[in-house]
């Protein structure tokens, strides 16, 4: 079995050499300070681009955390474009008295590329913003975004996602791991290979947009609005991408109720692994995926032979450190607690998630907003 040891090994190093440049590179991203509230007077036009389908639990919340931005209201205007809903969002919208709000109703089901592309067609913005209706921001949001912007003057803007109300086990998992990947975010657009970004806090200039063509060529996967897109911009525009480090531009979400939920939006996110091409993406999915598998694989013959014990132990205890050390330094950042007991359980229960959805994903189907993909 020396093949195996080897082998094992070799691949645990090179992820510990990733975690550990995007430990280096999260430290080494600039904070971010808003300094709107000093001197400077953000002039840029921007269209918030929202989104939703079935989202009347949600609308109100996040109508009024945009309508409340400290930002000038004849300089942004919100863009709510409902995908066909079966409820009463779009009744709820048509009630709210905010001056800058347009609704938008897509006469069928197309998805959420489409309400997207959508969106921006009717956008007067030269920066288009998008978020997603569970989501919630404080008042600086959207001027921080646009000073990062007219200072840096990039393509895109990549900008912290982070879970909020976490409790329980499977909750805090949830949120650790969003935290780790909003970390990983960051550190890889600090390297110029952005290798993730999310749609629920996203900024783009519309006409990067439009050089790109859009969401075309990759419109007929139905999610990955965010990546892909960031892909082909980041093909366009190679230093084009950058990432937002400040906590008055988080955007919080909620996490995932029941371990179904959580399992299937992963699963949802997986799915996408074999559409990225020959990429860093889909490479540095390929080698989280192998890590995991490897180190599972080392944990249960070592249940059944003493000689893995060793191989095991090394690995997962080298793996869990690099992995603790990107949370523990973004979570400091961010004021998150970090729980260490139970992120070592957590990351024994995570060798068989990561084991077991990349396995399945490629293969199986998964409902979103109540549509098939």
């Keep these: 079995m020396?093949?195996?040891?080897?082998?094992?090994?070799?691949?645990?190093?090179?992820?510990?050499?990733?975690?550990?440049?995007?430990?280096?590179?999260?430290?080494?991203t600039k904070t971010w300070l808003n300094p709107s509230t000093i001197n400077h007077q953000p002039s840029t036009i921007v269209s918030i681009i929202l989104p939703v389908r079935n989202e009347e639990k949600?609308?109100?919340?996040?109508?009024?955390?945009?309508?409340?931005?400290?930002?000038?209201?004849?300089?942004?205007?919100?863009?709510?474009?409902?995908?066909?809903?079966?409820?009463?969002?779009?009744?709820?919208?048509?009630?709210?008295?905010?001056?800058?709000?347009?609704?938008?109703?897509?006469?069928?089901?197309?998805?959420?590329?489409?309400?997207?592309?959508?969106?921006?067609?009717?956008?007067?913005?030269?920066?288009?913003?998008?978020?997603?209706a569970d989501c919630s921001m404080n008042e600086n949001w959207l001027s921080t975004i646009v000073t990062f912007y007219e200072e840096q003057k990039p393509k895109m803007i990549v900008a912290p996602v982070l879970l909020k109300n976490a409790n329980g086990f499977q909750q805090i998992m949830q949120?650790?791991?969003?935290t780790v990947l909003t970390s990983s975010a960051c550190a890889s657009a600090f390297?110029?290979?952005?290798?993730?970004?999310?749609?629920?806090?996203?900024?783009?200039?519309?006409?990067?947009?439009?050089?790109?063509?859009?969401?075309?060529?990759?419109?007929?996967?139905?999610?990955?609005?965010?990546?892909?897109?960031?892909?082909?911009?980041?093909?366009?525009?190679?230093?084009?991408?950058k990432y937002l480090k400040s906590k008055d531009a988080i955007v919080?979400?909620?996490?995932?109720?029941?371990?179904?939920?959580?399992?299937?939006?992963?699963?949802r996110w997986a799915s996408k692994?074999?559409?990225?091409?020959?990429?860093?993406?889909?490479?540095?999915?390929?080698?989280?995926?192998?890590?995991?598998?490897?180190?599972?694989?080392?944990?249960?013959?070592?249940v059944i032979n003493i000689k893995f014990v060793l191989v095991f132990v090394i690995t997962f205890s080298a793996k869990l450190i690099v992995d603790f050390m990107l949370l523990y330094f973004s979570s400091v950042f961010f004021g998150k607690r970090t729980y260490p007991v139970l992120f070592f359980f957590s990351s024994l229960v995570y060798l068989l998630y990561v084991s077991v959805i990349g396995l399945v994903s490629p293969f199986t189907s998964y409902t979103w907003k109540g549509r098939q993909s």
């Design 252 to 267: 919080f979400t909620h996490p995932e109720k029941t371990s179904s939920s959580a399992l299937s939006q992963r699963k």
């Design 58 to 132: 949600n609308i109100f919340s996040i109508l009024q955390c945009l309508s409340k931005q400290n930002y000038p209201k004849n300089n942004y205007e919100i863009i709510v474009v409902d995908d066909f809903s079966s409820d009463n969002t779009s009744e709820l919208i048509m009630k709210e008295n905010i001056s800058n709000l347009k609704l938008i109703r897509l006469s069928q089901g197309q998805g959420k590329k489409k309400a997207i592309e959508e969106g921006i067609k009717n956008a007067n913005g030269t920066l288009i913003v998008t978020t997603d």
């Design 175 to 178: 949120s650790q791991e969003m």
């Design 2 to 28: 020396t093949w195996f040891y080897l082998l094992t090994y070799f691949i645990c190093f090179c992820y510990v050499a990733l975690m550990c440049s995007y430990v280096i590179g999260w430290e080494k």
């Design 273 to 302: 692994s074999f559409s990225y091409g020959f990429s860093s993406i889909a490479g540095i999915a390929i080698l989280v995926f192998i890590t995991n598998v490897l180190i599972l694989i080392s944990g249960i013959l070592s």
């Design 191 to 241: 390297y110029n290979s952005p290798i993730l970004c999310s749609g629920a806090n996203l900024a783009y200039e519309k006409e990067a947009f439009l050089s790109v063509n859009g969401f075309e060529g990759v419109d007929k996967t139905a999610s990955g609005d965010d990546v892909f897109l960031m892909q082909k911009i980041h093909k366009r525009f190679s230093q084009g991408i």
